[in-house]
């Protein structure tokens, strides 16, 4: 396998379930949709049903440990519900909440993302519904993730939406408000990036 499927492979892989199947574009308009009927209370709710999971395993790309990943996403959650009323356009709830979880997540750790090669379970027996919180990598991904950790930051999030979270073009320019160009030229120029840094190791 070549570097640049390892680094696609590794961020799918590292993603486990985050999200049961990648949403169609179809079904995401109708989730979306859905979200835009909602009244604050509702939209917080349904919010943290859909994507509290998969909100966690970003916050704890950027952090040491999941209790503080869980506090960053339970912030973003107070945050949202603060702001429901000033949400013009809910269909982009789920955005705006994963841009702040971003937020957050950058403040909490200046580093970027974390080194994840001493990654294991927090409890010593960790039981079947914990496996998610235990990522254990090779070398080849160590590599990955250490080549992701040098990326602009723009670069870095457009990959890690993409592929750790599995979001369209669509939702990942909405989270970081920029065009579906535009993130569809990060993701290009940094798998390119980290094609030139990881072929550079054999």
């Known amino acids: 396998m070549v ?7 590794v961020l799918a892989a590292m993603a486990g379930p985050a999200r049961s199947a990648s949403m169609s574009a179809e079904a995401s308009e109708q989730a979306a949709a859905r979200l835009a009927e909602l009244d604050g209370d509702a939209l917080v709710t349904e919010l943290f049903e859909q994507e509290s999971a998969a909100l966690v395993r970003l916050a704890r790309l950027f952090t040491d440990d999941r209790n503080a ?5 339970q ?18 709830a789920a955005a705006y909440l994963r841009s702040i979880v971003l937020n957050l997540a950058r403040d909490h750790n200046r580093r970027g993302l974390m080194s994840l090669r001493h990654f294991e379970a ?7 519904d914990a496996l998610d919180d235990r990522i254990v990598l090779d070398e080849q ?6 080549a992701l950790r040098a990326l602009s930051p723009q670069q870095r999030d457009c990959l890690v939406l993409r592929f750790y979270l599995e979001l369209s073009e669509q939702e990942v320019a909405d989270t970081l408000a920029i065009s ?4 569809k ?8 990036r980290l094609r030139v840094r990881l072929e550079g190791r054999t």
């Open 3 to 9: 570097w640049l499927e390892v680094a696609e492979a």
């Open 69 to 73: 990943a869980e506090d960053l996403v």
């Open 75 to 92: 912030e973003a959650f107070v945050r949202l519900h603060h702001a429901t009323d000033r949400i013009e356009d809910r269909s982009r």
């Open 122 to 128: 927090l409890t010593p027996e960790a039981s079947p």
């Open 141 to 146: 991904q160590a590599a990955v993730v250490d």
């Open 180 to 183: 579906p160009n535009s993130v």
């Open 185 to 192: 030229t990060h993701c290009r120029r940094g798998l390119d």
